[in-house]
């Protein structure tokens, strides 16, 4: 079971701006990857850079997440998402809970309602967070 945020609170302690910051630092690194690979497409991929963005995107969250439970820009930030038993994403979480971004990224009403979440449930979750029992919290030491 993950902490309580009554009683261990520092595991939640400024993961909305966390999550804010890991998110910029991830869609940086996706748009560098995508202007790496754009010359090796014969820079056609500029005629579809919005869908190589989208693509690159989601395997490099489903990667990361698989990889240690947290995003690069995640882990600069020394956080992580944790599964409702406590345990580290394996493959399979982390590719639902990609899922479950990219859908909230396509429909912004989905990602209004997470923005409010993340701001004001007890955990910080997210939309897809709380439908997968997913909590994000303070890296642990």
Same mark, same amino acid.
């Given at each position: 079971m993950t902490p309580d945020p009554h009683t261990q609170p520092q595991f939640y302690e400024g993961i909305a701006l966390k999550r804010l910051l890991a998110w910029v630092v991830d869609s940086v690194l996706i748009a560098l990857i995508c202007l !790496?690979? &754009?010359?090796?497409? +014969?820079?056609t991929g500029i005629f579809f850079f919005p869908l190589l963005m989208l693509?690159?995107?989601?395997?490099?969250?489903w990667a990361t997440l698989a990889g240690g439970s947290a995003t690069w820009g995640m882990r600069l930030m020394a956080m992580e998402l944790r599964r409702s038993d406590d345990r580290l994403f394996d493959g399979g979480t982390a590719l639902?809970?990609? !899922?479950?971004y990219? &859908?909230?990224? +396509?429909?912004p009403i989905l990602q209004v309602?997470?923005?409010v979440l993340m701001l004001t449930s007890e955990k910080r979750q997210g939309l897809t967070d709380m439908i997968l029992g997913t909590v994000p919290m303070n890296r642990r030491r």
């Open positions: !790496l690979i &754009v010359p090796f497409t +014969a820079f693509v690159v995107g989601f395997v490099y969250r639902v809970h990609t !899922l479950g990219s &859908v909230s990224v +396509a429909f309602i997470s923005i």
